[in-house]
């Protein structure tokens, strides 16, 4: 037993990245075209740099699975090093290692390490080249517009340097929202009300009058990629339709500044074949897509974001095959659900002075 104790693989702690990371991560994620690359910066993840410093992935640890957030950010060289490097890390600490939301060109990579893949959903692109409110596919959007500028709604672009002196506003309006949803806050795949976090951002807002309504923080990939967003919240008296219209006026926005793409975000469990030789787990997927609303409301949210258009590419896991894949989607959705504290403050660093922050 005691030689046991003392060769058994030791459990792994819930490390932060530090400031100096969160800078090279910066410096990394700035041309990258991917907009949530940018969910790095939440300091709720590990990171994990190429030995060059020039590429680095995301995890965290949850059960027995190290759950990587997307794919490595950086060359496919460096990439391909990294995904070996984590694989090596879970076999010396007798762990998984699961790839969460992972596209569709690095496959080949995760086989390779002996992982399968399996489909989670699918996300919406919609492009920003030629998007206008022109032409009858656009007319409920130009109806929700016309709507909110006669309920006197008014959206602006709120600078970095500006987001400051609208935070207790900001705030607010997450508050309202959060006890409207009876919700609370997440994290690793999805950002949070973090006063450190917030401050990298441009804001996209919606006034009514001087009261802000609604807003969401910007992922700005600065490649001129995607434009995404990250929290998306409203007060609860906000008029109906306000959601609707930020998001159009953030297309519009992103096409008059030359995105590429907007990204909606996922659709889960979306776009899986029910046919009978399809596999097992797309056929529970298309079950629970089908059924399960009382859940999660799967076929609304991808109905709502087909207003807009999108294109939509598929979204995987990849993970060891058998049991271990029922144990890391356990894992995954204990890490994601996972209730976090309203303000997360890290203890090893003092609260952010104005030049602290870096601007994505």
Sequence with gaps: MALWQLMRPQPVGREVPTSDDLAKVSRIITGWPVADAAL????????????????????????????????????????????????????????????????????GMYADVGLVAIKMGEEALVSLHDFSLEGPSRANLRRT?????????VFEIVSVERAPQYKAEFREVSDSWLNSKGAHEKGFSLGRFDDRYLSNFRFGVVKQGDRIVAFANLWTADGKGELSIDLMRHRQDAPD??????????????????????????????????????PLWHRLGTAMFRNGEHFYNFQGLRAYKNKFGPVWRSRYLAA?????????????????????????????????????????
């Design 40 to 107: 790095a910066l939440l300091g709720d993840k590990r990171i994990l740099f190429d030995d060059e410093e020039d590429a680095f992935l995301m995890y965290q640890v949850q059960g027995r699975s190290w759950i990587v957030m997307g794919d490595p950010i950086g060359s496919p060289q460096a990439a391909e090093r990294l995904v070996w490097r984590i694989r090596e890390l879970t076999d010396r600490h007798g762990a998984r290692p699961v790839f969460y939301q992972v596209g569709d060109t690095r496959l």
């Design 145 to 153: 517009q016309k709507r909110a500028q006669r309920d006197g709604l």
């Design 241 to 278: 339709g306000t959601m609707e219209f930020l998001f159009t006026e953030l297309m519009l926005w992103g096409a008059s500044e030359g995105f590429a793409f907007f990204n909606l975000g996922m659709a889960p469990l979306a776009g899986l074949d029910s046919r009978p030789l399809a």
């Design 320 to 360: 060891p095959g058998g049991l271990g894949l029922t144990g890391a989607l356990l894992d995954v959705t204990a890490l994601v659900n996972k209730r976090i504290p309203a303000q997360r403050v890290d203890r090893t660093q003092q609260d952010p002075g104005p030049n602290d922050s870096v601007a994505v």
